[in-house]
C-alpha cells in the first residue's frame, strides 16, 4: 500500500470512528439524561423485541447511507466529507450517483436514521427523537446557508441542475408502472 493510500485511508478511518461510535455514544448518553430531566422514561415502548425490530432496518439503512455516501464522496468525488471544514479535503467533482441520485444529502438522512435507531434500541425517547430533530435542523440550516452556497460557486450550473433534479433529503419514491403489453 502506498505512503498516500494509507493516508488517505487513516483520514477515512479516523472520523468513522468519531462519527459511528464517540459521538452516537455521547449522544445517546445525552439522551438518556435528558429522558430523566424531562421525566420521558416511560414513554419509550419497554418491549426490547419490538424496539430492536422497530431499530434493525434503521440501522440497516442509516448505516448504508452514511457508509455509502462517504465511499462515493471519496472515489468519485475525489474527496470527504469534511471538505467544508478542511478545503485540501473539499470533492473536485460533484457526485451525483449512487445514493446521491435519491438526495442530495444521503450522509445527513442516514446519520439521523442511525442515531434514532440507537436511541430506540436503547429505550431513550430523547435520543431517538429529540436529539436527531434537533441535529437535523442544525445539519439543515449549516447545508442551505454555507455548504449549497459553496456547491454552486464551484459548480456552476452543473449544480444548479442536480439541485433542481434531485430533492434536498427525502427521496421521491416512485413506482414505475409497465405499460401493459398483452401477450401474444
Given at each position: 500500500m502506498s505512503r498516500k493510500s494509507s493516508r488517505s485511508m487513516l483520514t477515512f478511518i479516523s472520523p468513522a470512528f468519531l462519527f459511528v461510535i464517540l459521538i452516537p455514544a455521547l449522544?445517546?448518553?445525552?439522551?438518556?439524561?435528558?429522558?430523566?430531566?424531562?421525566?420521558?422514561?416511560?414513554?419509550?415502548?419497554?418491549?426490547?423485541?419490538?424496539?430492536?425490530?422497530?431499530?434493525v432496518p434503521l440501522l440497516i439503512v442509516g448505516g448504508y447511507l452514511s457508509v455509502s455516501s462517504n465511499i462515493y464522496l471519496w472515489r468519485v468525488g475525489k474527496g470527504f466529507a469534511w471538505g467544508d471544514a478542511v478545503t485540501s479535503d473539499e470533492t473536485r467533482v460533484l457526485v451525483t450517483k449512487g445514493p446521491y441520485s435519491y438526495t442530495r444529502n444521503p450522509m445527513v438522512?442516514?446519520?439521523?436514521?442511525?442515531?434514532?435507531?440507537?436511541?430506540?434500541?436503547?429505550?431513550?425517547?430523547?435520543?431517538?427523537?429529540?436529539?436527531?430533530?434537533?441535529?437535523?435542523?442544525?445539519?439543515?440550516?449549516?447545508?442551505?446557508?454555507?455548504?449549497?452556497?459553496?456547491?454552486?460557486?464551484?459548480f456552476g450550473e452543473v449544480y444548479l441542475n442536480y439541485k433542481r433534479r434531485v430533492p434536498f433529503l427525502i427521496p421521491k419514491l416512485s413506482i414505475r408502472r409497465r405499460k401493459y403489453e398483452p401477450s401474444p
Open positions: 449522544l445517546v448518553l445525552t439522551g438518556v439524561f435528558l429522558d430523566e430531566a424531562l421525566r420521558l422514561e416511560g414513554f419509550m415502548v419497554q418491549s426490547l423485541i419490538l424496539r430492536v425490530v422497530v431499530s438522512l442516514g446519520y439521523t436514521m442511525f442515531i434514532s435507531s440507537v436511541g430506540i434500541l436503547v429505550g431513550s425517547l430523547s435520543a431517538a427523537l429529540i436529539i436527531p430533530l434537533v441535529m437535523l435542523v442544525l445539519e439543515s440550516v449549516w447545508i442551505k446557508f454555507v455548504e449549497e452556497p459553496r456547491l454552486e460557486k464551484r
